[in-house]
């Protein structure tokens, strides 16, 4: 049996499926805001594409921070941290990648008060520690004889992370993109619960007060038809640039 063709196919349906269940999304997004935006109380507190406007910025904002960041941190981690130290760094930092991100949302909200920034610092919070862990192990598992092998040719850092590290850890750099778009979600509707007056999470919960499913449910298909469309690209963009 051939795997790679295999596997290959299952990602052309996969990209297929999501694709039709983002049209069918924006479908019935299209149609709800009439029932929806024609509200009083709801045009006073939210405009509905608004809050998709400002989620979605807030998604690649926090979204390419954070994985940019744990990028960076997870290369000088490994190069740099002695491996006593950096087993007791791994341990704080899973510790830290596992805290909820209503934690992370009040956390920014006694930092920066009632703020616009509020979304993206729990967006990125909640995401940073998490790749980094997924990086750093990573990183651990690549045969040391690579470098031994790049070390008897080259022996600067620059070069070491784009001819052995890179390379060797591609799959898992694409995996941690795609996780770092769900677990922005998280952390992005939680933060917009709390601290904003716009956003997907602030819908959701404006229509929890007002006990109106409308609103609940289209703010529910916007969330899904944005997280389809970020996975879409999470799938992408790594694989351009790692290309």
Known sequence: MNFAALTKDTTKYNIILSVILFAVSIVLIWNIPRIVFWEPQMQQQVSYFLSIAFSLYRIVVGGFIAYF???????LIFKYVKHRLKQFLMVILLLLAITPAPIWANFTISLFRLSAYI?????????????????????????????HIYSTYRKSFGGEIRYVILPSIRESLIFSFR?????????????????????????????????????????????????????????????????
């Not at 298909?221 to 879409?232: E, G, K, P, S």
């Open 179 to 243: 996780l770092c778009m769900l677990v922005s979600w998280i952390g992005l509707l939680m933060a917009e619960s709390f601290g904003v007056n716009e956003g997907l999470g602030q819908m959701l919960l404006f229509g929890r007060q007002m006990f109106d499913w409308s609103i609940i449910i289209s703010a529910w298909l916007a969330i899904l038809a944005c997280a389809v469309l970020t996975d879409i690209i999470a799938l992408k963009i790594p694989k351009l640039f790692l290309n």
């Open 119 to 147: 979304p993206i610092m729990t967006t990125i919070l909640s995401t940073v520690f998490i790749l980094i862990v997924v990086n750093v192990n990573s990183m651990n598992n690549i045969p040391q004889r690579y470098f």
């Open 69 to 75: 960041l744990a990028l960076v941190f997870s290369l």
